[in-house]
């Protein structure tokens, strides 16, 4: 271990560094997510990536969001010609983007490799993506996530799809999309009203509208529509792949109507899309779409937590710049108890974030290695809706408080804190809002029994704690582990209105109990391989600020963590679980 904290004074900015080399956290929860041949390999390749991310493609970023997409849905005769200009540096982005093999590597062996890696793989460098555009990401999770449907669910039909989804080169790949939502649906994807009129045996005519369309002219664009006879709600809609040029290399027979004026993710495309008896390509089996675009849902959740993860990082790197850069009254912001207070928080609330994404992340990769395994396919389905519905706000709030430290500078758009915090307000609403995602984990618990998995899963963490310095943090998480349990059973055995009521306050408490118990077995971790206790300080504070309710809001107890430990927590300084335990007995 280093004995130096890391001077974030030595920077003007967030960016022309290298985001992997500058996140230990990230770094410590990639080792630990990954398996370990993986991880070793994959470790050079993340370093480049970042140091690519945090130079070209934070530079362009910036640029694309001055000079995003713009729809040209007519030629100059008025024939449809459902053009989307992307200014060069988006090109080049996507150029640099999928040649570093963030959606091949997942399904094609890259260079050096037997095996393709695992989705953990293209999960943490959507990651390190968001630092820089976290609009951009979209496109790139639905490409991985529309190759994954077709490689689950699809016979073969569609291979020369698969392919191009999953290319490495910039010259062969296509981009997926998932057009899913309906102006008088929304969330209720049983609405839908797109008919599918079949011409042959696996290509059919559909006709309808999709009114939040991301990546508009994907090639690989998966969309739900209901067959002639078919029943009624999600068991009657059947999923096709609807591309942007038909197989014989037309234009296909829909119209790009409107691009959405949004409030960020400038740099995907989003608008609404009319299909006017447009060719698709029936995906699998009739009927089965709703099973089948899970499995899309599912990913995309997964990597919205990891883009709202991205976010955070980045914009606690440039706060963590500024306070180290900017003086008042003579003395670096840092400096202050305040802000060190407030630095401490970013840190401890973006390894909280991280910790339990990457976690969701591990048995999503897991379950999609194995869809045999019923343990694991019920982790994936727990952690999946609870990782999206907590890191989505946490990002804005962060994001927010990021601005605050830049003070005036913030709030304009020459900053990239502004751009963030646009960014990270569209994350709470993709692929489900808080309302929709609590419902969901309710579903889990009733009908899938998935507590089977999560209760025994948080008991094998708080049992890898057999640290001294860990005792009385781990004896506070198993305390609220009960309580939780007691809420579970409460809540099976309510009725449906009242569980309903309660679902979003049970997700949350999910997240702080498994995250709690996440961060003390991480703790337990780094001491044993280093005899560091910094992550113990990172638990804690978690703990003190999520389950524990102090009297007088521990304005009075003296307990000033921030404080003490302040060069351990945000500047990554390494603490000698002997010191804090000297400290700890003299708090006491």
Known sequence: ?????????????????????LDPALRAEARRVYPESEFSWAASRLDEFGELVGGTIADNADVID??????????????????????????????????????????DPPSGRKEPLGLAHTLTMQLLLSYADAGFVCPVSMTAGAALVLRNHDDGFLDDYFEGLTSRSSESVIE??????????????????????LVDERTYELTGEKWFCSNIDAEGTLALARRADAPEGTAGLSLFLVPHRTRDGELNDQLY???????????????????????????????????????????????????????????LLESKIKAANRE?????????????????DMAVDYEA??????????????YERDHDDEKTYQLMRTLTPIAKL??????????????????????????????????AQVLPIWEGTSNILSLDLLRTLGREQTHEALLPYVESLLSSADHPVLDPLAASVSEEFESLQHALVSLANADDEYAQHEAKTLANYVFDVVTASLLVANAQRELDASNDARKAVVAE????????????????????????YFDAVVRHAPLSPDALAEAETKAR
């Open 1 to 21: 271990m280093t004995d130096t904290p890391h001077d974030y004074a030595e920077y003007d900015e967030g960016r022309h560094v290298n985001y992997w080399r």
């Open 66 to 107: 001055d000079n995003g997409p713009k729809l040209h849905s007519y030629d100059e005769y008025g024939a449809v010609s459902n053009d989307v200009e992307y200014h060069p540096a988006q090109h080049e982005n996507e150029r640099l983007t999928y040649e570093s093999g963030i959606v091949a590597d997942a399904f």
């Open 176 to 197: 997926g999309a998932m057009f899913l939502t309906e102006e008088q649906g929304g969330s209720d994807v049983g609405a839908i009203e797109t008919t599918a009129e």
């Open 257 to 315: 109507r409107r691009l959405k004026d949004k409030l960020g993710t400038i740099s995907v495309p989003t608008g609404e899309v009319e299909f006017r008896g447009a060719e698709a390509y029936l995906v699998g089996e009739p009927e089965q779409g709703f099973k089948y675009m899970t499995t899309m849902l599912n990913w995309e959740r997964v990597t919205n937590a990891v883009g709202a993860v991205g976010i955070m990082g980045r914009a």
């Open 328 to 344: 008042a009254f003579g003395t670096p912001v840092q400096e202050y108890p305040l802000m060190k207070r407030d630095l401490f």
């Open 353 to 366: 974030a991280l910790a339990f994404a990457m976690e969701a992340g591990k048995w999503l990769d897991r």
């Open 390 to 423: 907590r890191t989505a706000r946490m990002s804005v709030d962060t994001a927010s408080y990021a601005m605050e430290i830049q003070g005036g500078n913030g709030y304009v758009s020459d900053f990239v804190t502004h751009r963030l915090f646009r960014d």
């Open 541 to 564: 504070w978690f703990v003190e600020q999520t389950l524990l309710d102090a009297p007088g809001r521990g304005i009075a107890d003296g307990d000033a963590l921030p404080l003490a």
